[in-house]
């Protein structure tokens, strides 16, 4: 009698930056921006559906940092910053 709910595939892909250890935010937009291309043109990847970056904020030394608004609240989640026209969606 099988006791597992069957093989785990997990859903989604994971791309691992812990071995680069602390690194500057230019240091880790670099390997993003280098790992997409990668996706694109090795792994012919062209589409992606409700990607996510879950970062370690520190320092240089890294000990853990609180990430913070202007107004002095601490901030856990922040939306993309990056605009998408509408007219994308509708082909226009």
């Known amino acids: 009698m099988k006791t597992g709910k069957g093989s785990f595939e997990p859903s989604g892909l994971l791309i691992a930056y812990k071995q680069l250890g602390t690194i500057s935010i230019e240091e880790l937009a670099h390997a993003i921006v280098e790992d997409l291309g990668a996706l694109k043109d090795i792994y012919n990847v062209r589409y992606v559906t409700a990607p996510r970056l879950k970062i370690f904020v520190t320092n ?3 000990e ?3 990430v913070r608004r202007p107004g002095g609240g601490r901030i ?3 939306d993309t910053h990056h605009f998408r026209p509408a007219c994308k969606d509708y082909e226009l």
Do not use: N
Request: charged share 20%.
């Open 64 to 66: 853990e940092l609180i």
């Open 76 to 78: 856990f989640y922040m």
């Open 60 to 62: 240089e030394y890294g």
